[in-house]
């Protein structure tokens, strides 16, 4: 019987993966296709993953391998958990040990890793299904009406109670395939007892299941000729036992929107490995969780954490950390706890979806860290030279840079965000002095590279909400010969918003041509007399008068330190660097027909290039896929959601604008009155005529009001009016010239508060005018 057609669909199984897989048979030979278990990989074979879904499981696999080091032959996963990366460096012919405190993660290692050659036969397997009179009942009494439907708790007992009449590999064949069942639907955990997270199935498509199980957990074993061993206890008492080439980290770690307890988060299968011996139940909470002295790692202890097993681990040569952003610590604080046990490091970031999670939301979609360390002496002198990235950037600059279209990416992911947005790469920032007058460093740039992921793409610098096109969702430093440089990967929401559909047309049509960087700084070096400046106003006479030119024939700049990249600028004209360009634009396609190259091997030897002779097999299988119904519906959910939250941020704004206007509004009618002005029963319908006004009305009532206020307040109290008298010329108002100019007319008549305002008004603006007229001659 077929279980897994090759080694891929034996990984996607451990993996819990639903993207199209291909693989290269002449890697495993040419009858591997027809295989129920894989063949043995010599060490030199290194297959890759391959996938058309971005950001999926295998990408991940694949890419920790590419980041691992090469003449590595022995390898110690310190928190194995599913053993599914321990798996991936046994099929590299890799000698593995693996470790994890959980009895679950031990048994799927054991079963996986360390066993070499024993299976379970299918009588075998048909005894672990069946009834057993003489099973506990423990899953019936204590978990009743929770994670599964009525009928599956018994069958549960009746297995786990088969599962003890095996031993050694056997057992933990059994017991993994039946912790991996259990876990199978609802939330995929254990930390909900709402009805969402039940599992859906009947007693008997239960038992199918961990049937299915068996045999593909039979089907993982296989012989990669070099003695793996699996451990289970403490990370700290473990890992000075141990030599290897290289240590894999993969550890619990605090992020800022939850802290995660793995132990309570899979308690129910944590306790059935033990069928719960030893262990107490909370009755009183909802999903009957045990009591458990493990501590979660939290903000406040997580620094502690990863210093004390990292200094467990000095004696083994390279290390390699995964990690996510939003977590304790930080990654800067993460570099320098590397340093300060001796070791060089780098980090590489991907886009990554956290299966234990929310479906939804930033705690979800994060970016995968993977610090690349190894033993180095200068290592912790530089690192403590790195600035804060948290601390506060005191100057800004903007900087054109050149665009470039990733061949590569574009081929293998068809240049397409996660949700179907064009993505196009370019290079951020270059070492050395633009015409700006700012300088790189080297080291900055090694150091800072990673402030430039999720940040804005706009339109030349703006800084209105609306102009936002897209963001920056990865960053990296490379060398070439021309010196250091920033490479990054941005995507255009051109299905969100339409300014993003207008500068993608724009930029596909060659109209917009250039791109421009933004960054701020904490300090700047003078680079003639190095003096360093935190605010521009503090220059010195070299950079306030010579910079960006020459002085005394050499060049004067300003070297940056403590560099924060902040967005990119989309420019439609040339600007100071007239090679920052756009060279190449991705185009849009549906996801779903994304294509990849077939014929490659799982997991590629680094040095192996691809075969693009099998690329036509592969378009016709990915044509066939159909899109992913629940992806998709996901993706609608999500933009409505946006789509409704700008709607709430624009009536916010329109709320906040209106209050503003009112109590303008309210502030000119008081300063009125207090001058003597009385508006009288038309108080507040003037009230509500001044609060609708725009800024340049207003501004302008603003002005007529005054000068009324000032006229009335200049006028004398009325008096008894005297007995007429005779005119007298020295009574009269001066006498004027004739040049143009008209006597003074009289108003005699009352005027009503409106005629008053619109007098005052034009009185405003004459004066205006006449102001502007005598200036400019």
Known sequence: MKTFATDLDRLAFLLEADAALAIDPEELGTDAAEQTAPEEQAPGKRPKYITNYIGSKQKLVDWIWKNTPDKVGSVL??????????????????????????????????????????????????????????????????????????????VIDAIRANCDKLSGYKKDIALFALGKTCASGGFGHFSSSAEGGQRKDTPEQFKARFRKNLERVNALVFDNGKTNKAHHGDVN?????????????????????????????YHFVEGLMVYWKGLEINKDSKTKHYATDHQTVTKGNSSAFFETFLGNAKHIKHWLISYRDHAHPNESQMKKIIAGHGRSSRMQSKDHSYSITAKRGSASSAKERLFVCVKGTSAKASEEKTQPMAAAANFHTSIPVELALDEDAMRSEAMMGATGDPQFTF?????????????????????????????????????????????????????????????????????????????????????????????????????????????????????????????????????????????????????????????QVASVQDPSDEQQPQGESLMDDKDKKPDPSSSDAAKSKAAEETPNAELEKENRELKAKVSELQKKIEELEAEQKAAASKARASQLIGKLEKQGMDFGEERDNELKRLAELSDDAFSATEAAYEKMAKTHTSEPPPEKEPAPKKAKASDESPMRTSAGVRPHDVDDQKLSLEDRLKNGFMAAYNNRVGSEATTNA
Do not use: W
């Open 77 to 154: 996963d310190a928190f194995s958990g599913s053993a599914v990366v321990a798996y991936m460096y046994k099929s590299k012919g890799m000698q593995v040990t693996t470790n994890d405190r959980l009895h679950f993660c031990h048994h799927a290692a054991k079963a996986i890793v360390e066993n070499s050659s024993v299976t379970l036969t299918e009588a075998e397997m048909d005894a672990l299904i069946a009834d057993n009179a003489n099973a506990g009942t423990f899953v019936r009494d204590n978990f009743k009406g929770i994670f599964f439907v009525k009928g599956v708790h018994g």
């Open 237 to 265: 008492a473990i890992l000075p036992k141990v030599n290897a080439d290289l240590a894999y980290f993969d550890p619990p770690y605090a992020t800022e929107f939850s802290t995660t307890n793995y132990e309570k988060a």
């Open 427 to 583: 290079i951020l920032c270059r070492t050395g002095t633009n015409r700006n007058g700012d300088h790189f460093t080297a080291e900055e740039l090694n150091q800072r590279h990673m402030t430039a992921i999720n940040k804005k793409v706009d339109l030349q610098h703006s800084q209105d909400f609306g102009d936002i096109v897209g963001g920056i969702v990865a960053a990296d430093y490379q060398e070439d010969e021309q010196g250091g440089r920033i490479e990054c990967v941005g995507e255009l929401y051109a299905a969100d918003t339409p300014n993003a559909q207008l500068a993608y047309k724009l930029m596909k049509r060659g109209i917009i041509t250039q791109v421009s960087m933004e960054c701020d700084y904490e300090e700047g070096e003078c680079s003639v007399c190095h003096k360093r400046f935190k605010s521009k106003a503090d220059y010195c006479t070299h950079l306030r008068k010579f910079k960006g030119r020459e002085l005394s024939g050499k060049p004067v700049y300003e070297i940056l330190h403590g560099v924060t990249f902040s967005g990119l600028g989309l420019l439609d004209r040339k600007g100071a660097d007239e090679q920052a360009r756009i060279l």
